[in-house]
C-alpha cells in the first residue's frame, strides 16, 4: 500500500538559507530541524528532499558536491535519532547553465517531476501528502503534484509571504517546519 510522505525544501526549510550553499561546513540545520523529522518518521511518513540545486549547472559546485552535502545533512540528523528517506536535486536551469544542465527539464520546481517520480520510486501517496518550503515555487510544486502544501516563514518565506504570485494558495502559512510538521499530525489524526 502507498505511503504518505512529507516533501521538504532543503534550503531555507530544512536548514539556514544560504545563496548556492557551497561549503559542507556552512550547512546549519534549524535548532527544531531533527525533532521534526523524527516526529514525522515516527508517524509513518516517508520524508524526501525536493531541492532545486542549479548551482550544479551554473558551475559553482558539482553533483558530488549535492550529494556530499547531503552525507553531511544525514549525519548531523542521525544525532538527533532522526532520517531523510530520499533525495531529489535538480540541477538544470533553463537559461543559466551550461551543458549538460541548460534545459527546461521537468523537474526543476514550480514542475513536480521531482514529486512524480518519487513517488514512483517508493510508492508514495500524493493525496496523502504534504510539502514544505518556504517560496510559492514550493507550494506550487506540492500542488500541481496533487499534495497539499504548507508555506514555512523561515528563509525566504516572511518575504515570499508579503508577496503572492496571483492565485498562488497554501494550504497553511506558518513560522518553520516544526509548526508546519505539528500541522500534519494534527490534521492527519482528524
Ligand atoms: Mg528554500
Ligand atoms: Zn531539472
Redesign the pocket.
Known amino acids: 500500500m502507498s505511503r504518505p510522505a512529507v516533501f521538504l525544501d532543503r534550503d531555507g526549510t530544512l536548514i539556514v538559507e544560504r545563496d548556492h550553499l557551497d561549503r559542507i561546513e556552512a550547512i546549519q540545520p534549524f535548532p527544531w530541524t531533527a525533532d521534526a523529522l523524527r516526529l514525522l518518521n515516527r508517524a509513518g511518513y516517508a520524508t524526501v528532499v525536493i531541492t532545486n540545486q542549479s548551482g550544479v549547472g551554473r558551475g559553482f559546485f558539482d553533483e558530488a558536491f549535492v550529494r556530499a552535502t547531503h552525507a553531511a545533512f544525514d549525519a548531523k540528523l542521525a544525532k538527533g535519532d532522526a532520517r531523510i528517506d530520499a533525495y531529489y536535486f ?3 536551469h533553463p537559461e543559466e547553465a551550461r551543458p549538460p544542465y541548460l534545459r527546461a ?4 520546481k514550480p514542475k513536480p ?1 521531482m514529486i512524480e517520480r518519487a513517488c514512483r520510486d517508493l510508492d508514495l501517496d500524493p493525496a496523502r501528502s504534504v510539502m514544505i518550503g518556504d517560496r510559492w515555487i514550493d507550494v506550487a510544486c506540492g500542488r500541481a503534484a496533487g499534495a497539499r502544501s504548507v508555506l514555512v516563514r523561515t528563509g525566504y518565506g516572511a518575504r515570499e509571504e508579503r508577496h503572492p504570485p496571483d492565485g498562488a494558495r497554501a494550504d497553511a502559512i506558518l513560522n518553520n517546519l516544526m509548526e508546519a510538521v505539528g500541522w500534519i499530525l494534527r490534521s492527519s489524526s482528524r
Not at 105 to 108: A, G, P
Open positions: 535538480c540541477p538544470h527539464c521537468e523537474c526543476r517531476g
